[in-house]
């Protein structure tokens, strides 16, 4: 093939490589913009059909859809894990069993909760009328989804669309483009209409097709940054946009915490998926009177832990997606240094996993270079453990996504909140004590999304409540009702059994006319029957004076 040839091959397709080897994963074309525009007009094509499919198929095809994934799963894990570096357990426990827990639910309940429902309208129903909202769904949505949850965030987000009868178009991260027609795939398999699901593959500017293509929707998931892209451009169609964007998120131990119990959660919610969450534990604040001993259980039990490529059942953290992604860390890690905080363990590329790099048969020059720049053989970070850290520091303040924790210590309560709520994000938060009316009352203060009381990072995995951001994380909720809500549209419908007589507000107006909308003003609108009782006189005049025109 001749040069030129080659270098266009090559930008019309993206690489997936392992994170933790380098080694290539699979390689997938780049979907052109005007592929983009095609696949959404199939999309509105097919939904004009699927829209009028009864809740019972569509539950019947997402049941099989669930099959498709439980007789693949293992595979299914292992690619999740290739393309994303973390654990096959974590792809499991995090990915796989929340998701199939969500289509199991959705399936079930979305009949019952977009049912159409009578609404009290107050006086009105006196006046013989009553009320109906009936929903429809939207028609196409556009899913974009970041790399660091590849398959149960865009497969949730589908599952639900589709329940609620609308179609999809998915773009998945340009790390994770296998992942995302995997997801393609299983919808085939299960037996939805051709169409119904479609993936589109690329990066950025792929997505970026996808959104000015005017879909009905587009629920997105990734940086503040790129949400607000996206809002520009959907702006322009009227496109209604869900963003899920980053977090900052804090976790409060209080002095009567379990201390056990919030040193493994500490461990677990700052360095799973080598802490690249949107749920991340990226801030802990601990009551002064504990801190020392939560920090010291807190980097005994970081010491343990086994970092390593995700294929390995032993390892606990993999390595970190992308060098763009790394070095953001590192840049952290050095702005903590030089603000005078104390790296107590970690803080910096894991060198050990350079070994594991050559020993799979790969060198810093062979490893293929993504369109995100894989090209560093370690992309392993130590988990890192931070005392001294106060948030005046910079990385206290922006979104680190990896695998940090830095402690702060507090002496009150009312301390702990302001410091929690000191910041742009508002995305997940939790509080430990052993007092959990206390919790509460400090839980409903602090400006976040979901807070946890005793726990974190895992209600995204818990379908049936809503999921979302309050300040910079985000807009609108996917998950529970509420995300449910957000893939249709209202329509009220509304009847009036008596028309007999003619409407007081009707034309022509009159003095009469003025001083019954008086009584409107002062009596009707009150909601009081009783004083809208006295208003029947004054009606009554008006309607025989309309009767008579
Ligand atoms: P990005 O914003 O860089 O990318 C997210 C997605 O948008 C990717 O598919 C990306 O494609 C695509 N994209 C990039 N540019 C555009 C564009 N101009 N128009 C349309 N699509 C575009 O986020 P990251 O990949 O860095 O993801 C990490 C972020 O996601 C973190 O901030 C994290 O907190 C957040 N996140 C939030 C969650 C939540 O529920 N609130 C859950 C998970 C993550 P490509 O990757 O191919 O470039």
């Known amino acids: 093939m ?19 080897t380098g080694r290539e994963v699979g390689r997938v074309s780049v979907t052109t913009p005007d592929e983009v525009r095609e696949a959404v007009e199939r999309s509105r094509q097919v939904f004009h059909m699927w829209k009028t499919t009864s809740f019972a198929e569509r539950r019947r095809l997402v049941m099989r859809a669930r099959e498709v994934i439980l007789d693949e799963m293992e595979a299914i894990a292992e690619l999740i894990s290739a393309e994303s570096g973390k654990p096959k357990g974590e792809a499991i426990a995090l990915e796989i069993a929340p998701v199939l827990d969500l289509m199991k639910w959705i399936a079930r309940s979305a009949e019952k909760m977009l049912r159409p429902r009578r609404v009290g309208i107050g006086l009105f129903g006196l006046l013989g009328r009553s009320s109906r909202v009936v929903y429809h769904p939207l028609g196409v949505v556009a899913i974009i989804p970041a790399w660091n949850y590849p398959f149960s965030i865009p497969l949730g987000e589908a599952v639900m669309s589709l329940m609620a009868g609308n179609t999809v178009v998915i773009k998945p991260s340009e790390l994770t483009p296998l992942t995302g027609l995997k997801i393609g795939e299983i919808f085939k398999k299960a037996g939805f209409p051709k169409d119904a699901v479609q993936i589109v593959s690329g990066a950025g500017e792929t997505g970026a097709a996808l959104v000015e293509a005017a879909p009905d929707k587009v629920a997105f998931t990734g940086s503040v940054a790129t949400g607000r892209k996206i809002a520009e451009v959907a702006a322009k169609n009227l496109t209604s946009v869900v963003l899920e964007l980053g977090g900052k998120d804090p976790m409060i131990v209080l002095a009567d915490a379990d201390l056990e119990a919030a040193a493994n959660a500490a461990v677990w919610g700052a360095f799973c998926n080598a802490g690249q969450n949107c749920a991340s534990v990226e801030r802990l604040y601990v009551h002064e009177s504990i801190a020392e001993e939560l920090t010291r259980r807190i980097v005994e039990k970081t010491g343990k832990l086994k970092l390593g490529p995700g294929s390995d059942p032993d ?8 060098e763009r992604q790394i070095r953001i860390v590192e840049r952290h890690v050095d702005d903590f240094r030089e603000a005078g905080a104390v790296i107590l363990t970690g803080g910096e590329r894991y060198d050990a996993a350079r070994e594991r790099v050559s020993d799979a048969g790969t060198s810093e020059g062979k490893i293929s270079a993504s369109p995100r720049q894989r090209v560093s053989a370690s992309l392993f970070f130590a988990p890192t453990v931070i005392t001294g850290a106060t948030n005046d520091m910079r990385p206290m303040q922006e979104e680190t996504f990896g695998p940090t924790l830095p402690i ?14 000191d910041t742009e994000f508002g995305l997940t938060a939790s509080v430990w004590t052993r007092d959990i009316a206390r919790g509460r009352r400090i839980a409903e203060q602090i400006e976040a999304g979901s807070v946890c009381i005793n726990e974190h990072l895992y209600t995204h995995g818990i379908g049936q409540t809503p999921w979302g951001g309050f300040k910079n994380s985000g807009r609108g909720r996917t998950h529970g009702l509420e995300g449910l809500l957000e893939l249709v549209q209202p329509q009220h419908i509304h009847t009036n059994r008596i028309t007999l007589l003619p409407d007081a507000w009707w034309m022509p107006y009159s003095p009469t006319a003025l001083e019954t909308f008086r009584g409107f003003a002062t009596k009707f609108a009150t909601g009081s029957l009783l004083k809208t009782a006295t208003l029947l006189p004054q009606l009554w005049k008006r309607i025989k004076e309309l009767r008579r025109r």
Do not use: H, R, W, Y
Not at 315 to 322: E, I, K, L, Q, R
Not at 408 to 421: K, Q, R, S
């Open 315 to 322: 390892v606990s953290v993999g390595p970190m997606s992308s």
């Open 408 to 421: 702060c210590t507090f002496a009150t309560d009312e301390e702990a909140i302001a410091l929690a709520n």
């Open 2 to 20: 001749a040069k030129a040839e080659a270098q266009e091959a090559a930008a019309n397709e993206i690489i997936s490589s392992d994170p933790a």
